[in-house]
Nanobody
Framework: QLQLVESGGGLVQPGGSLRLSCAAS????????IAWFRQVPGQGREGVSC????????TYGDSVKGRFTMSRDNAENTMYLQMNSLKAEDTAVYYC????????????????????WGQGTQVTVSS
């Protein structure tokens, strides 16, 4: 059974850091494009970052470039999102996602492109 389990959310002060984890089971994470999204109430899901399987490069949304780093540990079958210099506007529920597309493909920042989702973890940035 394919499953994504997230952890690492919480409350942090502006300027602080958090690291989100997303552990995969039932499939090999390294074989598929993966992504992180976030959502605030009343708004659609925003693409934060993604990694494809064509060249392993990472794409970031403009609002997080230079502050967030996405990575994948194939041995642990886990993906991560390191978030630094956090701002109040980063407050959201964060979701990991996997697209069931085999072969060398670039990633995509549109949420409808993804097939499997984690349960979401709340990140709150506030003093």
């Amino acid at each position: 059974q394919l499953q994504l389990v997230e952890s690492g959310g919480g409350l942090v002060q502006p300027g602080g850091s958090l690291r989100l984890s997303c552990a995969a089971s039932g499939f090999t994470l390294g074989s598929y494009p993966i992504a992180w999204f976030r959502q605030v109430p009343g708004q659609g899901r925003e693409g934060v970052s993604c990694i494809g399987t064509s060249d392993g490069s990472t794409t970031y949304g403009d609002s997080v470039k230079g502050r967030f780093t996405m990575s994948r540990d194939n041995a642990e079958n886990t993906m991560y999102l390191q978030m630094n210099s956090l701002k109040a506007e980063d407050t959201a529920v964060y979701y990991c996602a996997v697209a069931e597309r085999l072969g060398p493909v670039p990633c995509d920042m549109r949420h409808r492109w993804y097939d499997y989702w984690g349960q979401g973890t709340q990140v709150t940035v506030s003093s």
